[in-house]
Nanobody
Framework: QVQLVESGGGLVQAGGSLRLSCAAS????????MDWYRQAPGKQRELVAR???????NYADAVKGRFTISRDNAKNTMYLQMNSLKPEDTAVYYC??????????????WGQGTQVTVSS
């Protein structure tokens, strides 16, 4: 079994910063791709940023230059540093992680979500 715990959301004024964390634990052999998604009210969930096991990153155009995704493989933890936040960044942020377990099965796991609210 694998568990994901997200933290770091909250309320911030426009222009401010927040750092999200997603920690994985359990029967982990390796963690492959790690993603941050977000879902605003009335909108579809969208991919915000991705980091591979090798450290390659991709970002949605809307967050390029403002958000930075990173990971600490020793801690099985992923981060999203969000700077210059805008009201349109308001959403529930979810981590999505591809995990290979100790039994060598590969699964996709989602975090519980953390609310980010940016006031104007």
């Amino acid at each position: 079994q694998v568990q994901l715990v997200e933290s770091g959301g909250g309320l911030v004024q426009a222009g401010g910063s927040l750092r999200l964390s997603c920690a994985a634990s359990g029967s982990i052999f390796s963690i492959n791709v790690m993603d941050w998604y977000r879902q605003a009210p009335g909108k579809q969930r969208e991919l915000v940023a991705r980091i591979t096991s090798g450290g390659s990153t991709n970002y949605a155009d809307a967050v390029k230059g403002r958000f930075t995704i990173s990971r600490d493989n020793a801690k099985n933890t992923m981060y999203l540093q969000m700077n210059s936040l805008k009201p349109e960044d308001t959403a529930v942020y979810y981590c999505r992680v591809e995990v290979t377990t100790t039994s060598r099965a590969t699964y996709i796991h989602w975090g519980q979500g953390t609310q980010v609210t940016v006031s104007s």
